[in-house]
């Protein structure tokens, strides 16, 4: 970051730094605990990951309240701009981000009593496993400003798409095996397509990282996976 003649410059541009860090960190536990909260059917985990929610609603508020005031008065350019205006939109990719786990959470507490045997749960948890890695390299790659971190975590796109694609075709098989069990893989078939969808939006933050570093936009096909499903969360 460019040092400023003014200092409060400077302070202001690093408070929306911290702001994004902290919602990172906001989401990456959200994540992580509601994954907990389905696996071990935790009800309590999962009230407090839906408890969270809002704090990470107030922290994107915050962020962008603080981004428009600092176009208005500081009028920044080049990398200053690109600064301010990546702060906004990897705080809107948080936000979604929460909402995701917070669906997630949410599901865990309709499926509680209701656990299905076999591989399907530890299919869910290595998604999830590989959701939150990628989370996590796509932050650092954002407080270190590593183009290399970003473009890493923007071609491993495809291997979320990938294992939520077989995740799919085995919830359809367990489904149609035993109608019992439609209810319960309907609702981690939702849970699955969270994640994945929570891997794209990790992406977009791996997208915006690379533009801050570098000025420059990474090419508009991601390298994706089929992926069959189409529910909506």
């Known amino acids: 970051m460019t040092d400023h003649i003014s200092k409060t410059y400077d302070q202001e541009l690093d408070g929306l730094r911290r702001l994004v860090a902290?919602?990172?960190?906001?989401?990456?536990?959200?994540?992580?605990?509601?994954?907990?909260?389905?696996?071990?059917?935790?009800?309590?985990?999962?009230?407090?990951?839906?408890?969270?929610?809002?704090r990470l609603d107030d922290l994107q508020r915050k962020i962008e309240d603080n981004a428009v005031l600092m176009l208005m008065r500081r009028q920044p350019v080049a990398n200053d701009l690109r600064e301010v205006m990546a702060s906004i939109r990897i705080a809107n990719d948080l936000e979604r981000i929460g909402d995701l786990?917070?669906?997630?959470?949410?599901?865990?507490?309709?499926?509680?009593?209701h656990m299905l045997s076999g591989s399907a749960m530890g299919g869910i948890e290595a998604l999830s496993r590989l959701a939150q890695a990628q989370l996590k390299d796509v932050l650092d790659a954002y407080a270190q400003s590593n183009e290399k971190g970003a473009i890493d975590v923007w071609t491993r796109d495809g291997q979320i798409d990938a294992l939520e694609n077989a995740l799919f075709r085995?919830?359809?098989?367990?489904?149609?095996?035993?109608?019992?069990?439609?209810?319960?893989?309907?609702?981690?078939?939702?849970?699955?397509?969270?994640?994945?969808?929570?891997?794209d939006h990790t992406t977009n933050?791996?997208?915006?990282?690379?533009?801050?570093?570098?000025?420059?936009?990474?090419?508009?096909d991601r390298p994706k996976g089929d992926s069959p499903s189409d529910v909506n969360s």
Do not use: W
């Not at 389905?38 to 309590?44: F, H, I, S, T, V």
């Not at 786990?101 to 009593?113: D, F, P, Y």
């Open 22 to 54: 902290e919602m990172g960190g906001l989401g990456e536990r959200m994540l992580a605990d509601a994954t907990t909260a389905l696996m071990r059917e935790d009800a309590k985990r999962a009230q407090s990951v839906i408890a969270t929610d809002p």
């Open 170 to 199: 085995e919830l359809l098989t367990y489904m149609m095996e035993d109608p019992r069990n439609i209810t319960f893989c309907t609702h981690l078939l939702f849970c699955a397509k969270n994640i994945e969808r929570l891997g």
């Open 205 to 220: 933050i791996a997208e915006t990282v690379h533009y801050l570093v570098t000025g420059k936009s990474l090419p508009s």
């Open 101 to 113: 786990a917070k669906n997630i959470a949410k599901r865990s507490l309709k499926m509680q009593g």
